[in-house]
């Protein structure tokens, strides 16, 4: 019994900003799914099954929001299934809803991630006190500084690699109307002066807050084949874990990622990632991680990913690889939805639909995720044919 | 009423189907379970609890996680108080080669639902599942307020308690169901917890005076009405086909699962019924009039009654033998536990059919619904 073909036929964003004050947790969703059951050209009782992701209930402070959004995503009467696995939770909730169609149980879901950050706070949410355990308060940047440190001294990266990463993000995010950071005057000296954080992590160098919500509809071979709007032809799909602590973890290039990485690529027949896939989204929260995902990846060899951020590999202005057309998390971090935007782009590219960020001609594009301590991952490559 | 009716009608006819539908899915069987309630789990962190209940329920048939194709588990942040709560947890499994894995922020029984989905793409066979919950480490009824509507209904802290009790109230005052009822759904609780070492609220002669005596603590509920709240958690191992008939002698199979959900607002719904449970059921084919056993997740008295009305629950049917949540409830795994109890009775060869139930959210809004089989 093989997998059913399953096809990306709807996306919908909302604007991403660090406070939404005009809407609800429950319009906000609301939005982001309207659009893609637009796009998709679907109505609400089309849909089978509701699947939704964000990262903790407590950056909104409610508690499994999903029950009391309930109506707003027209899931009354239908299955909903609430993931949440971290970082990733927005690609994990995308290939939980492409499992349901793959599975032939369901043949239209939509699926939605989202955040809306201003309602609570992040830092209270990150920092509630634990029996037996000291918190550092360090944040994720703390958390991540040390590992980059590591990274630079294995590779021996130049030291500016991080701030041209976050540059060629935010020059593209200019492109993408739905991004947060729209930074028309910043100049690269800027980023470099911008205030150190956690060395070598500087301000303009991490990801923004943000309030969004991301959402897609999938369908299965028969959708696809009827859909009005190009779709995106979903030809493999991976989720890795593994434990966050214990000695000899590799925690720059953690085996959780190649192992998803060589899983995905081999369902989707690709020997080459660098020369067959077109366009990459992948999980930035800190410039650093560009390099260090290109390198787990397998897009770079190892030690050597900066030297695509270096040459230009992964501008959208000429690149051979253009990584984070969209601005990606550098410029737009509603957490929960943030890796579903990933998953979005990609489909987008592929489609022809990315606007003023397309890359000409893509025909396969790739969307990542990670979470927690760089321990969950999901990916999947996504084509403009069937596999 | 008679739109209510022809609607239910539709519903059967749609259920039907879907039920001959449900015969095409691949069989899939819980093959092991290990599980652990008590009224207060100290000195153990969920770490710890897990990777006992994991380790026993793998062990138990001989399956080491290499071997598991994929792992989903539940839980809730708000219940641990901690944000990413699931990650150290993740720890109990073991999770080194890296697994393929995923977390819902739901019961267990719907993380065993994701299972099931991935094994139905049938490129794993096998799968393990987990749930669990602390809820000694807070106060539940403050926990369960932050679940409801964040703008117009949260910020009056009603408690789960209270909102049960309104629907108990509204049960009463339709004629729908009697203190005496509801105080004798109560005793069956005790007396069948009785032989259930996980079972905390237990009584082998309790008298329906006794419980009817007791004091009212949320009007009209008394003490033994409502759910005794306990620390534990569960581990289940799906297997699919061949795989699952090497594992285990007598798997009990998955015939049917489905979980449906309610609008959350309380005053839309009519709170004396619960339409996506009776929905979920239809969905899984349950069959009635052949289940041996049904394992209902309720917080009350009265809820078990409306469960039981909306699975069409004859004397056939021997009920929540486990004691229920009524005499254990671990919030996150008390459906999942559900799900385990159902299983092996039937992997033991006592039952041969039966319903196991999950409900999350106020008032019995969302429902899951699971029907095995030993054949």
Not at chain 1, 5 to 18: D, E, I, P, R
Request: contains cysteine; negative net charge; glycine residues 8%.
């Amino acid at each position: 019994m093989s997998a059913e073909l399953t096809a990306v036929l709807g996306v919908g964003q909302t604007k991403y900003s660090s406070t939404r004050g005009d809407v609800s947790i429950a319009g906000l969703c609301r939005e982001a799914a309207y659009r893609a059951l637009e796009d998709a050209c679907l109505d609400w009782k089309e849909i089978d099954a509701v699947v939704i992701g964000k990262a903790p209930d407590f950056f909104e402070g409610v508690m499994m929001p999903e029950l009391y959004l309930a109506e707003a995503l027209g899931a009354v009467g239908k299955p909903i299934l609430r993931v949440h696995t971290a970082g990733s939770v927005g690609g994990s909730t995308a290939l939980v809803a492409a499992s349901l169609i793959q599975s032939r149980v369901h043949e239209k879901v939509l699926t939605i991630g989202f955040e809306k950050q201003s309602e609570s706070n992040a830092t209270w949410a990150l920092s509630l006190p634990q029996p037996f355990s000291v918190s550092i308060n360090a944040g994720a940047g703390g958390y991540f500084s040390p590992i980059i440190r590591q990274y630079m001294s294995r590779s021996g990266a130049p030291e500016l690699i991080g701030c041209m990463v976050a540059f060629k993000d935010r020059q593209h995010a200019l492109k993408n109307p739905y991004a947060h950071l729209h930074q028309n005057d910043l100049t690269f000296e800027e980023v470099v002066e911008s205030p150190m954080l956690w060395d070598p992590i500087r301000y303009s160098e991490t990801c923004p807050s943000s309030d969004g919500a991301c959402a897609m509809v999938l369908g299965n071979e028969v959708s696809g084949d009827r859909a009005d709007n190009p779709v995106a032809w979903i030809h493999g799909t991976a989720m890795r874990s593994e434990s966050n602590n214990f000695p000899g973890r590799d925690e720059v290039n953690p085996l959780a990622s190649r192992q998803c990485a060589a899983d995905v690529f081999k369902q989707a027949g690709i020997t080459n990632p660098l020369k067959e896939i077109d366009v990459v989204e992948i999980y930035v929260p800190f410039s650093w991680y560009e390099p260090m995902w290109l390198e787990s990846l397998g897009f770079a060899e190892l030690d050597h990913g900066w030297r695509l951020v270096e040459d230009g590999t992964t501008s959208l202005s000429g690149g051979e690889l253009p990584v984070n057309c969209s601005g990606g998390v550098l410029s737009s971090n509603p957490i929960g939805a943030s890796g579903m935007i990933r998953f979005a782009e990609a489909a987008l590219q592929v489609r022809g639909m990315a606007g003023d960020h397309q890359v000409e001609g893509a025909k396969k594009s790739f969307g990542h995720a990670y979470g927690g301590g760089a321990q969950y991952f999901a990916m999947w490559i996504v084509g403009s044919e069937k596999p | 009423m008679n739109l209510q009716f022809l609607s239910k009608k539709l519903v059967i006819a749609h259920g039907i189907e879907q039920m001959n539908k449900t015969n095409s899915f691949r069989d899939v069987a819980v093959v092991s379970v290990a599980s652990h309630q008590t009224k207060i789990l100290s000195e153990v962190n969920e770490v710890q609890l897990m990777a006992n209940l994991i380790s026993k329920c793998r062990n138990s048939i001989g399956v080491t996680q290499e071997e598991i194709g994929f792992t989903c588990s539940g839980s809730s942040d708000f219940l641990a108080g901690q944000a990413f709560s699931f990650v150290h947890t993740l720890d109990s499994v073991g999770a080194f080669p890296p697994i393929s894995e995923s977390h819902v922020e739901m019961d267990g029984a719907f993380a065993l639902y994701e299972a099931w989905v991935k094994l139905q793409i049938g490129e794993v066979d096998t799968a393990l599942v987990y749930s669990y919950g602390k809820p000694s480490a807070g106060s539940i009824i403050d926990v369960l307020a932050t679940q409801l509507d964040p703008y117009y209904v949260a910020p009056l802290w009603p408690d789960c308690f209270s909102l049960a009790a309104l629907q108990a109230r509204l049960l009463l005052e339709k004629g729908l169901t009697t203190f005496e009822r509801m105080s004798e759904i109560a005793m069956r609780s005790q007396n069948n917890g009785f032989d259930n070492p996980n079972a905390v609220r237990t009584s082998k002669d309790i008298s329906l005076e006794n419980l009817m005596n007791e004091p009212v603590i949320v009007d009209p509920l008394r003490t033994s009405d409502i759910s005794e709240i306990a620390d534990g958690g569960c581990a289940v191992i799906l297997a699919a086909e061949d795989k699952a008939k090497s594992l285990c002698e007598r798997p009990a199979w998955i015939k049917g699962i489905d979980h449906r959900i309610d609008s959350h607002s309380l005053g839309v719904r009519d709170l004396t019924g619960s339409p996506s449970a009776f929905l979920a059921a239809e969905k899984a084919g349950r069959n009635s009039d052949r289940l041996d056993l049904a394992e209902i997740h309720g917080m009350t008295s009265a809820q078990e009654l409306i469960l039981e009305k909306e699975f069409s629950l004859s004397e056939k049917t021997h009920i929540n033998l486990s004691g229920g949540a009524l005499a254990a409830d671990t919030m996150m795994a008390s459906g999942l536990i559900r799900i385990a109890e159902v299983a092996s009775r039937i992997m033991s060869g006592q039952m041969d059919r039966g319903l196991a139930h999950a409900t999350s959210g106020p008032c019995l809004q969302q429902n899951l619904v699971c029907i095995l089989e030993g054949k």
